[in-house]
């Protein structure tokens, strides 16, 4: 072996898996490592001596590559042999030794070609991922100071450009900075790898919103075991989250605008859902008019009256000259403060929450402190876009932020329209139904009777409270009809479903009760016959369709009018009724029911009770009877009929809604209230919100007639009979101050008389009630009803129903079950 001394600077680095071996400059072998030994098998005993041909798989390469060194190449790769006789790819790198007459040799250092090749890749992958831009690379040491980094770590206003021996609370925030060094301890301290773990990062220098970082670590430690440091990977998830947070928002806001269809509601559920997400704060403006279904309609000049219909957030600082800015108030409307400077617009008259603006054609948000808005003035950062629909401006939203969240950016702005255009589509769709809702309304409410209502049998007042569902309103109604002998009908019925079909469904129903009430009919029979109208009704809804029909093809392509036959038809025909007669004299309320929940009574010593009234089928059914039941009412009792509207709860539980009703009418007091007052109690009681079908609720406070306020007495079936009917007459209308009526009573009382014995025969009943009027009443066992008639000049007969109709207010018949009554009324004098 030469003693020649190898070149420090020439020595290449050992590792653990790396064999060395001195070659003479023969090719000899004079010096052989263990580490070569175990690469191949053989000992220094085996091979120091030999020439190096030996190792070679195949011997017959040795020229080649003593050529090569021959010609200066000094590194490459060979085929080693085993002591196994296994082949064994190498590379290898040669290094002169220089001697005192020239090279003496060379040392050859060589690894097997597999893990050189991975080395090499290792080595790239390094390099690479140090220059690569797209994730941030970090090295720590066991303290958490940076010991190397690649060039766009954290390309962020504020990171200094050499991060080597810094810890990362230099440039950061220290609550940010202190939360992912706790995270990085860990990491040291259990050696788990960190993955995808997101965290806020704001600079000491920039600290506006800051950026989202995603977070993976891994420990870096020695083969003994011996902890060197970690490496951290950073990836900026800002953009993806920003991305995923506009389409939640955009998700939130279309579910939230798309829940109600009242325009003021979608505006506050629009304002709601844009804060804080867009901004800090949010105005909703919408043209007047909207909230009534209204079209809005521009002025000459092509401005909207804008109303300020909701605001969401937190309104500006005040100005530092102490200018006084709006205030928030209690449900988040703005209000104006007592100090604020009047509006510098040239309509003064208009109040501070209404504004006189164009909106821009372009549905393209507009942005910067320049936008007009003055709902938003104290914001430095402003974006405004309209609200438009169907080729219609309904209004515009704004939105303000602070400065430290930066200027809107062209994502937001694009987020902004698109929630502004479905804001607008439900906006309008609310307008719409509004429309409809409240001219269906309108149409119910010209139906009905007025709620207060005062007769000689009863004083009455109603409450009707229309459901504000989708479906629109229902097809409730209630009446109260005057009949004869100062008795007083009570109506309360239900059309089954919503809507126009169900509101005109009403009328005819309430104009057939009335007809038939008309006709004095007890209240099964009455029933009976308005079961047998609302059977023919689905047979006249399938019938050929009108030629006027509205939804026909022929009148035009009103978009309003497509499928204005399934919007309106209902899919069904059938309908509740309660029907009472209560009658002042006998204090006795009859009541029959077609499917309708029973009347309830309150009566003056507290005790409350409902009816026990056996409904009978709903009205449509056709083929069963209806029965009639008769209570006696105590004075100054309360009668309530209402709609199922009125017990039913969320839950359906009926019961819990008639044990609610009964509990506050007993109440202490509660007889003792005006109607009126206490049926809005009653009512206004129930949630409202959400509401599935309508509330009506008619209460009836009784009244009676006092014994001497009505007569009665038996005629016999003698013609001589009458004069003793009009001396009887005339003496007790003189006792009850009416002399003014005794000469119309008497001629009135003769006609009827004569009649009942002339047709009828006996027995014949007289009865005179003072009620308010002056009821005459003569009833005989016939069924014969009584036909005025035009006599002629020649005729003896035939006058006598006819000047009963000219000396008297309103006179008819009625049948009961001993034959029939002929009435008569006259207005009591002054």
Request: glycine letters at 10%; aromatic letters at 4%; a negative charge.
């Amino acid at each position: 072996m030469s003693d020649a001394r190898l070149p420090d600077d020439v020595l290449p680095p050992f590792t653990e898996d790396s064999a060395a071996a001195l070659l003479d400059g023969r090719g000899r072998i004079d010096g052989w490592t263990p580490e070569a030994g175990a690469l191949i098998g053989r000992s220094a005993t085996d091979v120091v001596g030999h020439s190096a041909r030996a190792l070679l798989a195949d011997p017959s390469a040795w020229p080649a590559l003593a050529a090569s060194y021959r010609a200066g190449v000094r590194r490459g790769d060979a085929v080693l042999r085993t002591n196994r006789g296994a082949e064994l790819p190498v590379v290898f790198r040669a290094f002169d030794l220089a001697g005192n007459g020239g090279p003496a040799g060379c040392l050859v250092l060589a690894t097997p070609k597999a893990r050189a090749v991975r080395k090499h890749q290792d080595r790239a992958f390094v390099r690479e991922l140090f220059l690569q831009d797209r994730v941030g690379l970090a090295v720590f040491d066991p303290g958490l100071r940076l010991l190397r980094t690649n060039t766009h770590l954290l390309p962020y206003t504020g990171v200094p450009p050499d991060l080597r021996g810094r810890r990362l609370g230099d440039f950061l925030w220290p609550g940010d900075a202190d939360a992912i060094e706790e995270k990085l301890r860990g990491v040291l301290r259990t050696g788990t790898p960190l993955i995808g773990v997101e965290e806020v990062l704001r600079t000491l220098d920039d600290p506006r919103g800051g950026v989202v970082i995603s977070i993976s670590a891994f420990r870096l430690q020695s083969p003994d075991g011996q902890v060197l440091g970690l490496t951290a990977l950073f990836t900026d998830m800002t953009e993806l989250r920003r991305s995923g947070e506009r389409l939640a928002l955009l998700h939130r806001a279309t579910a939230s605008v798309g829940r109600s269809l009242s325009v003021t509601d979608t505006g506050r559920e629009l304002a709601a859902a844009l804060v804080p997400g867009l901004g800090d704060l949010a105005v909703v403006e919408i043209a007047d008019g909207v909230a009534h279904g209204e079209e809005p309609v521009p002025d000459r000049e092509g401005r909207l009256l804008l109303r300020r219909t909701a605001v969401a957030g937190r309104l500006p600082e005040p100005a530092a000259d102490g200018g006084n800015q709006a205030a928030t108030g209690p449900t988040g409307h703005t209000r104006s403060g007592p100090d604020a400077v009047p509006p510098t617009d040239p309509a003064p008259l208009l109040p501070a929450d209404v504004v006189l603006a164009t909106v821009p054609a372009d549905d393209s948000p507009l942005t910067g402190p320049g936008v007009d808005v003055p709902a938003v003035d104290g914001y430095p950062m402003t974006m405004t876009a309209p609200l438009r629909a169907r080729g219609m401006v309904l209004g515009r939203v704004s939105l303000g932020r602070n400065a430290d969240r930066g200027p809107y950016q062209a994502p937001e702005r694009d987020l902004l329209r698109e929630i502004a255009a479905r804001a607008a589509l439900a906006l309008d769709n609310a307008r719409r139904f509004t429309r409809e809702h409240r001219a269906a309304v309108g149409l119910q409410r010209s139906m009905l009777p007025p709620t207060q209502n005062e007769t000689p049998g009863a004083s009455t007042s109603a409450v009707y409270l229309p459901a504000g569902t989708a479906t629109g309103v229902g097809g409730d109604w209630f009446d109260v009809i005057p009949l004869s002998s100062a008795r007083v009908a009570l109506v309360v019925g239900d059309v089954v479903g919503h809507g126009l079909a169900a509101t005109a469904t009403m009328g005819r129903l309430r104009t057939a009760v009335r007809t038939l009430a008309d006709l004095d009919l007890e209240p099964d029979e009455l029933l009976a016959h308005l079961d047998d109208l609302v059977a023919q009704l689905p047979a006249e809804s399938e019938g050929p369709a009108d030629p006027a029909d509205p939804a026909d093809p022929a009148y035009g392509d009103d978009p309003d009018a497509d499928g204005w036959r399934d919007r309106h038809a209902s899919p069904t025909t059938g309908a509740t009724c309660a029907y009472a007669i209560y009658d002042p004299v006998s204090r006795r309320c009859s009541v029959a029911s077609a499917g309708h929940p029973p009347p309830v009574v309150a009566d003056p010593a507290g005790s409350v009770s409902y009816l026990p009234v056996d409904p009978g089928p709903p009205l449509g059914v056709g083929g069963l009877p209806f029965e009639t039941t008769e209570v006696d009412l105590a004075p100054g009792s309360v009668l309530a009929l209402y709609t199922d509207g009125l017990i039913e709860g969320r839950d359906g539980d009926l019961d819990a809604g008639m044990a609610e009703l009964a509990a506050r009418l007993a109440r202490p007091g509660a007889l003792s209230r005006p109607l009126r007052e206490l049926g809005r109690e009653i009512v206004t009681g129930r949630p409202v919100v959400g509401l599935a079908d309508d509330v009506t609720l008619l209460l009836a406070r009784t009244r009676t007639v006092p014994p001497e306020d009505a007569v009665c007495w038996p005629v016999e079936a003698d013609p001589a009979a009458v004069g003793q009917v009009r001396e009887a007459a005339a003496a007790r209308l003189r006792a009850w101050d009416l002399d003014e009526l005794v000469f119309t009573t008497e001629l009135v009382l003769s006609e009827l008389v004569t009649n009942a014995i002339r047709y009828a025969g006996g027995p014949v009943e007289v009865r005179l009630i003072r009620a308010g009027r002056l009821i005459c009443e003569v009833s005989d066992p016939s069924a014969t009803h009584p036909r005025m008639r035009r006599a002629r000049l020649t005729d003896e007969g035939g006058r006598g129903l006819y000047l009963v109709a000219q000396l008297t207010t309103r006179w008819g018949s009625r049948y009961s079950r001993r034959g029939k009554t002929i009435w008569a009324e006259q207005e009591l004098p002054r």
